[in-house]
């Protein structure tokens, strides 16, 4: 659901990160900037600024982990007990 206002600091990023995979203009309206893209840009990068993340494009924020959980059910390699470690 897209938010209703404007996000601001950890939020943004957290909505911005999970919108990331559908592209600027989906991330910018679930973020409630709808379609000023330069403005959540703006306020996109400001808040990455103040958590040190060094984010140039959004597609950044995607992390190895996201890629992860979207291959999902694959087969699990594991030893049968903590002795075959």
């Known amino acids: 659901m897209a938010?209703?206002?404007?996000l601001q600091g950890t939020e943004l990023v957290d909505c911005a990160r999970a919108n990331a995979k559908?592209?600027?203009?989906?991330?910018?309206?679930?973020c409630g900037y709808g379609n000023d893209l330069n403005k959540f840009a703006s306020e996109l990068r400001q808040a990455c600024e103040e958590?040190?993340?060094?984010?140039k494009e959004l597609n950044e924020l995607?992390?190895?982990q996201d890629l992860l959980l979207e291959i999902g059910t694959g087969e699990v390699i594991a030893p049968t007990t903590a002795s075959e470690l």
Do not use: C, R
């Open 62 to 64: 995607i992390t190895d």
């Open 3 to 6: 938010s209703t206002t404007p």
């Open 51 to 55: 958590m040190n993340l060094q984010v």
């Open 22 to 30: 559908q592209g600027i203009e989906t991330a910018a309206y679930q």
